[in-house]
Nanobody, 123 residues
Framework: QLQLVESGGGLVRPGESLRLSCAAS????????IAWFRQAPGEGREGVAC????????NYADSVKGRFTISRDTAKNAVYLQMSGLKPEDTAVYYC????????????????WGKGTLVTVSS
């Protein structure tokens, strides 16, 4: 059974960077498309970035394009979200999720979720 654990969140100032990690156990993460979502206080959940099983396809929300990069490391069975140029509006709990079916990537069809890591961007 796939289990996902996010890490790397924290408090940063506007303009700084963070790298979030999504570590998998229980099975090979390479069998899943992976997406990062976020949920800000009082807001709904938003898809941020996704990457296909093969890493050929990726997609980003308009709000993070050019600032966030999703990548995967098959050797470490992990997926990362490199976030730069962070803004206060990026403050949220960030979740990674897995989809076993799609050959590309999307923000739908997730069957496994982590518990999230909090990112706070504040001066």
């Amino acid at each position: 059974q796939l289990q996902l654990v996010e890490s790397g969140g924290g408090l940063v100032r506007p303009g700084e960077s963070l790298r979030l990690s999504c570590a998998a156990s229980g099975t090979n993460l390479g069998n899943y498309a992976i997406a990062w979502f976020r949920q800000a206080p009082g807001e709904g959940r938003e898809g941020v970035a996704c990457v296909s099983r093969s890493a050929v396809y990726s997609n980003y929300a308009d709000s993070v394009k050019g600032r966030f990069t999703i990548s995967r490391d098959t050797a470490k069975n992990a997926v990362y979200l490199q976030m730069s140029g962070l803004k206060p509006e990026d403050t949220a709990v960030y979740y990674c999720a897995a989809d076993p079916l799609t050959t590309s990537c999307s923000f739908e069809g997730m069957t496994h979720w982590g518990k999230g890591t909090l990112v706070t961007v504040s001066s």
